[in-house]
């Protein structure tokens, strides 16, 4: 009986490890697709941070790039409607596409972008 029990929990325990690696593994790609369709050239990315967002199910990245430290990008992908959204940070501020500050970071989000936003 024990024995059943503890094949059950191990069972469990390898499926939700899975599916935790398998989501973040969506998550991380989908947010470089966005990031590429953005326009940050991968080369002047000085820093980056993924990691799981406090919610189950959405995963974040922050970038910062060169030259501008004291600006960044933030990327966070909910994985039950599979959409990656955009925040950015200028000064201190959190701003998003309809901020009159978004034009303070280095990189503008590009068209293709912007039309996903719609």
């Given at each position: 009986?024990?024995?059943?029990?503890?094949?059950?929990?191990?069972?469990?325990?390898?499926?939700?490890?899975?599916?935790?690696?398998?989501?973040?593994?969506?998550?991380?790609?989908?947010?470089?697709?966005?990031?590429?369709?953005?326009?940050?050239?991968?080369?002047?990315?000085?820093?980056?941070?993924?990691?799981?967002?406090?919610?189950?199910?959405?995963f974040?990245?922050?970038?910062?790039?060169?030259?501008?430290?004291?600006?960044?990008?933030?990327?966070?992908?909910?994985?039950?409607n599979?959409?990656?959204?955009?925040?950015?940070?200028?000064?201190?501020?959190?701003?998003?596409?309809?901020?009159?500050?978004?034009?303070?970071?280095?990189?503008?989000?590009?068209?293709?972008?912007?039309?996903?936003?719609?």
């Amino acid at each position: 009986m024990n024995c059943i029990i503890g094949s059950i929990l191990i069972i469990s325990a390898l499926s939700v490890t899975t599916y935790y690696f398998y989501q973040k593994h969506v998550a991380e790609r989908e947010i470089d697709l966005y990031i590429a369709d953005y326009g940050i050239p991968s080369k002047e990315i000085s820093s980056e941070n993924f990691g799981l967002a406090f919610k189950y199910g959405r995963f974040y990245k922050t970038i910062i790039v060169k030259n501008d430290p004291d600006n960044y990008y933030g990327f966070t992908y909910n994985s039950k409607n599979k959409r990656v959204d955009f925040e950015g940070n200028v000064y201190g501020n959190v701003v998003g596409f309809v901020s009159s500050l978004i034009s303070k970071l280095k990189y503008q989000p590009s068209e293709k972008v912007k039309n996903m936003e719609k």
